[in-house]
């Protein structure tokens, strides 16, 4: 069978294989931690969940609009006003099946071969498959700990050349919990306008933050910049809605018509009955993402605490988002074998930080239970001690 060359340019999502192992082993009986995939343990909140079972009963079972229901797109462009400072109409809104496919949607709707995507590392697994599977060059940029593996504004206009088409920026980021400061934002913006660039600002884990961390839209920082800013974001992680698969995309009107073209042509609209809990999840009372909050901050304290104990690791500590980027240098493993060895002979699942750009650290996700947290974290202490 002869496969088209695409597929030979891009890895499988190691996040998905990780976490589908870790699960696959809990169900023969193995008592696995997993720290792998970015899911939260809880479940959805009830309301939301009423406001599907609702809009099922009501019928909501039939074709939408491909770019999705209007109410939903008129929520979330409310949601970027009030939330973000961002002034978006329902029109600047598509819903795609998570914050995945609005992502892969985007580099569809607007990279082709030659052009160049700037992405600092330690970056989201699938933001440079993405960018090949569209056609295009990913620029992979190394961000520093000592800088909390955020980009500066030289290496942002040192990466930029005449084929450059896109900038994507992850604040909070995954895999690092990194937070841009407002004012590294605005730095940032300063740039986005002078070259005249395109920035996709995935803002995902914009509700989950600590300490005095603050989240500020690059798109929010100007008209200028607004005009060239793409806000992708979803419900997956503040709600709790992993499995629902609803995301969106915020930009100028022509970028999102020519998702919605694709989006009609792939897969038509997100699920119905799913769009109308989204609506409920912006709609009803936020007190849900903040009661989640403050549970990832207790796990993310404690998480630190039992790696700053094992002293052949080290982490720096996050400001957003549900995971350590620990450091594992010192062990002298690479990221590959480290994992691998921790599920075997310890039976704890954690993401290699090659899949992120960064062989010399893992990523565990602190999305998971203290009960789990307590025992994985003595697991991985004797794992590394018996090195
Ligand atoms: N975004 C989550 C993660 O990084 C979910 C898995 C995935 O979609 O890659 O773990």
Aim: aromatic share 8%.
């Amino acid at each position: 069978m002869k496969l088209a060359t695409r597929v030979s340019q891009v890895t499988p999502s190691i996040t998905l294989a990780i976490s589908a192992k870790a699960k696959a082993m809990k169900a023969e009986g193995i008592d696995v931690c997993s720290f792998s995939a970015g899911e939260p343990d809880f479940d959805t909140p009830a309301h939301i969940k009423e406001a599907a079972k609702s809009a099922l009963d009501k019928g909501k079972t039939k074709y939408g609009p491909a770019a999705g229901e209007p109410k939903l797109r008129e929520a979330i462009a409310n949601k970027l006003q009030n939330d973000n400072a961002l002034n978006y109409r329902p029109e600047n809104i598509i819903v795609t099946n998570g914050g995945k496919h609005s992502l892969f949607n985007l580099m569809l709707a607007l990279i082709e071969p030659g052009d160049e995507v700037i992405i600092p590392a330690p970056y989201w697994l699938s933001y440079p498959e993405m960018v090949k599977l569209a056609g295009g060059s990913p620029v992979i940029v190394s961000t520093q700990q000592e800088h909390g593996y955020k980009i500066t504004p030289q290496q942002l206009l040192g990466a930029i050349t005449s084929n450059t088409k896109l900038f994507v920026l992850n604040s909070p980021s995954n895999p690092t919990g990194s937070v841009y400061t407002p004012d590294e934002i605005r730095s940032l913006a300063e740039i986005i306008v002078e070259k005249n660039l395109l920035v996709v600002s995935d803002e995902i884990y914009e509700k989950i933050l600590y300490d005095d961390a603050r989240h500020l839209s690059i798109g929010a920082v100007g008209a200028e910049s607004f005009d060239r800013t793409v806000v992708s974001s979803g419900f997956a992680k503040s709600y709790a809605m992993t499995g629902w698969r609803v995301g969106y995309i915020a930009a100028p009107v022509e970028v999102i018509k020519a998702m919605t073209t694709i989006q009609s042509h792939s897969t038509s609209n997100v699920c119905t009955f799913a769009q109308y809990g989204a609506i409920a999840a912006l709609e009803g009372s936020q007190d849900c993402v903040e009661q989640m909050r403050q549970a990832f901050a207790r796990r993310r304290q404690i998480m630190l605490q039992a790696i700053a104990s094992i002293s052949q690791l080290s982490s720096s500590k996050p400001q957003g988002a549900f995971y350590l980027f620990v450091d594992i240098s010192k062990t002298g493993m690479k990221s590959l074998d480290f994992c691998n060895n921790l599920l075997l002979n310890q039976k704890v699942a954690a993401i290699p930080g090659v899949a992120f750009g960064a062989d010399n650290c893992i990523r565990l996700s602190y999305a998971t239970d203290l009960t789990s947290i307590n025992k994985g974290m003595e697991r991985l202490d004797k794992f590394v001690n018996n090195l």
